[in-house]
């Protein structure tokens, strides 16, 4: 038996969505474990010091389902800790080389290790998380993922995929291009 259940989470920014969710007993633990969060037993313990079994937490953070929800997400700011955990996730990317990329100097998320990224920042962080999502979903796996990510696409005029995360454009071509692959559609 399946019933809607409204998203309530108390923050400054609204609701991921609306969503189904299974009522039967031990469900929210297991989601709650996919979201990082302690079962019970378990020691609670910083998100920020798990690296990447968190990714889906922080996904589950920031990324909006809707253009609007979106916009919010950047204008509030990606906290540079969580930022820090994106980072730490990819294993094929150093993370200079992905800092760099973004437009974000290493020294700016060090000096705001216990602040937010700006919203230019935080718009790019924000497409990472969502490029990475969709390119481990077309292409199979992470690992694929981050190489299709780091290496040039004749599409994409020869540019890596991970350089145009700095702006709205590039950020759409490689949406665009990734719904492209998924669909078979590559003229």
Not at 44 to 61: D, F, I, Q, T
Not at 87 to 106: C, H, Q, V, W, Y
Not at 110 to 119: E, H, T
Not at 177 to 183: A, H, N, P, Q, V
Request: aromatic share 4%.
């Amino acid at each position: 038996m399946v019933t809607i259940v409204k998203n309530t989470m108390t923050s400054t920014s609204p609701p991921l969505s609306d969503h189904l969710e299974p009522r039967n007993p031990g469900d929210h633990k297991r989601q709650e474990a996919a979201m990082g969060k302690p079962m019970k037993g378990q020691r609670k313990s910083n998100p920020h010091e798990l690296g990447a079994e968190n990714w889906g937490w922080v996904m589950h953070k920031y990324v909006a389902d809707n253009p609007v929800g979106r916009h919010r997400r950047v204008m509030q700011g990606v906290a540079s800790k969580d930022f820090a955990v994106v980072l730490k996730t990819f294993s094929s990317i150093p993370s200079d080389e992905l800092l760099r990329a973004m437009g974000i100097s290493g020294r700016t998320l060090l000096r705001k290790q216990d602040d937010r990224l700006n919203a230019q920042h935080s718009n790019a962080a924000i497409a990472l998380m969502e490029v990475t999502e969709q390119a481990t979903r077309v292409m199979g796996s992470r690992e694929a993922a981050e190489k299709w990510l780091s290496q040039k696409a004749v599409a994409l005029e020869d540019e890596k995929p991970m350089n145009l995360l700095c702006s709205a454009p590039g950020i759409e071509a490689i949406k665009e291009l990734l719904t492209r692959i998924e669909y078979g559609v590559y003229a």
